[in-house]
């Protein structure tokens, strides 16, 4: 069993920017962000292979947030720019525990992993 910890929320003005984190307690394959505001389902925000050689994102934070990882900390970031009223969430951080088809990196159902979460809220 992985244990994931994220850590980096916080509030902060439209137009900034805060940086995720999460470290994993062991080896973990593609990892990936995943966000829900009150009231909405779980969604997809970005995803990273283990090498680091195949990132993707959701249109509406493409250009805007970049996934990168740290493989000898086991840790993946979430650098987030440009920050909208509407990027207000808790924001998880997932992991697979096997390498899955890579179709699955977008759906929660491809993770076998997953944080408590972390609250960032932007302020119009």
């Known amino acids: 069993q992985v244990q994931l910890v994220e850590s980096g929320g916080g509030l902060v003005q439209a137009g900034g920017s805060l940086r995720l984190s999460c470290e994993a307690s062991g080896r973990t394959f593609t990892m990936g962000w995943f966000r829900q505001a009150p009231g909405k389902e779980r969604e997809f925000v970005a995803a990273?292979?283990?090498?680091?050689?195949?990132?993707t994102y959701a249109d509406s934070v493409h250009g805007r947030f970049t996934i990168f990882r740290n493989n000898a900390k086991n840790a993946v970031y979430l650098q987030m720019n440009s920050l909208k009223h509407e990027d207000t969430a808790v924001y998880y951080c997932?992991?697979?525990?096997?390498?899955?088809?890579?179709?699955?990196?977008?759906?929660?159902?491809?993770?076998?992993?997953w944080g408590q979460g972390t609250q960032v809220t932007i302020s119009s």
């Open positions: 990273i292979t283990w090498s680091g050689g195949l990132t």
């Open positions: 997932a992991a697979q525990g096997v390498s899955r088809d890579i179709v699955l990196r977008s759906s929660p159902r491809g993770y076998d992993y």
